[in-house]
């Protein structure tokens, strides 16, 4: 008699250390999950930072070209705020102005396609764990189930002297 007893208390000892395992299991997911969002934020910063480094460059580019445009205007005895000299800063100050417009969109589908990358993961990661808890849950049916889980409970009642039955 002691024997269903202690098969029961086994499985039960089973189910518990099979439920740690799928919880510790679990949290590494999360925990992956969270550095992997921890990562992409870095990469998005670092994109910006480069963002900024690059538009800081055509700046000073800009400022260099116009600089030029304008000793050249001079040596030739041109105002430089006026005619094919303001034309030609008109035409550099376009220049950059498309170059920034071009880097931000380029900025903006990269940081769109990493955020992207990290919903497509966190939706991966939520299914995976899902699927882990299912398969604990199979798990404990199939090592529990319901004849040998009700025989085990009913034999330890006789035992404990405990009567089984709808009392109302």
Do not use: W
């Not at 460059?57 to 000793?71: W, Y």
């Not at 030609?88 to 071009?102: K, M, P, Q, V």
């Not at 380029?106 to 992207?116: L, N, P």
């Amino acid at each position: 008699m002691a024997l269903p007893i202690i098969l029961l208390a086994a499985q039960a000892a089973g189910l518990a250390l099979d439920l740690y395992s799928t919880r510790q299991a679990s949290k590494n997911m999360k925990r992956g999950y969270e550095l992997d969002a921890a990562n992409a934020e870095r990469n998005i910063e670092q994109l910006r930072l480069q963002n900024t480094e690059e538009s800081l460059f055509g700046l000073d580019q800009l400022r260099r070209n116009i600089s030029t445009q304008r000793a050249i205007a001079g040596a030739r005895g041109q105002i430089s705020t006026a005619g094919s000299a303001r034309a030609a800063t008109l035409a550099s100050e376009r220049s950059f102005s498309a170059d920034e417009r071009a880097r931000e969109l380029s900025h903006r589908f990269k940081t769109f396609d990493i955020k992207q990358d990290l919903a497509a993961g966190r939706i991966t990661n939520q299914a995976q764990r899902k699927q882990l808890n299912q398969g604990f849950m199979n798990r404990a049916f199939q090592t529990i189930g319901t004849n040998s889980f009700a025989e085990g409970v009913e034999q330890l009642s006789k035992k404990l002297n405990f009567k089984m039955g709808n009392k109302l």
